[in-house]
């Protein structure tokens, strides 16, 4: 497997990660919990080590089958995932980077993937209520913790991105890039 880093100083992953909402999120069909942690084994197995998940794909249950699969294994995973998604009482969801929130959506990731600490953790979606610098700032205090080893932003643009950097490090940019969405090639592919 070829491998890649992320940033300057991030860790090192194979060129090839899984997703994982699909394992136990139904939006491209029926789950099956068995074939997903068969899939994510499968991929351990032949090389790949980038696995991505969130706290709210599957409500929890994405982070818990990604623990069963490496159980023995964290050393030769890196494992991102992401916060800073609510599911309200009626179902709906939204967003928030409020920086008080992050100490126990982080806690609530470790306990559900049975580790001590995250490779990347990924502020979810930027929140338009709250300064990036705030919530980054608090992202931050996860790293000096020991918690989290390095950080991340989705779909953030470049100015939102760069005023990130100037409160910490932000070593890996998600954001969608495929046939159908081509945006990254204006400007953020130079940022």
Not at 4 to 21: F, T, Y
């Amino acid at each position: 497997m070829k491998t890649r880093r992320l940033g300057n100083d991030g860790p090192e992953v194979s060129a090839i990660g899984l997703g994982c909402m699909p394992l136990t999120t139904p939006a491209y069909g029926p789950i099956d919990l068995e074939e997903s942690l068969a899939t994510v084994n499968s991929a351990i197995d032949s090389g790949m080590n980038f696995f991505d998940s969130a706290q709210h794909y599957g409500d929890g249950k994405n982070e818990e089958l990604i623990a069963k699969a490496i159980k023995g294994r964290r050393e030769k995973v890196v494992i991102a995932s992401k916060f800073g998604t609510i599911v309200h009482a009626d179902g709906h969801r939204s967003v928030t980077g409020r920086p008080e929130l992050i100490p126990d959506a982080c806690e609530g990731s470790l306990k559900r993937l049975g580790t001590d600490y995250l490779d990347v953790y990924y502020l979810h979606r930027i929140d338009p209520d709250v300064p990036v610098e705030e919530t980054v700032g608090g992202m931050a205090k996860l790293v000096e913790q020991g918690k989290v080893r390095f950080l991340g932003l989705c779909e953030a643009a470049p100015a939102t991105l760069e005023r990130a950097c100037k409160i910490h490090q932000i070593t890996v940019l998600q954001s969608e890039y495929s046939l159908w969405s081509r945006f990254a090639e204006d400007e953020l592919f130079d940022a």
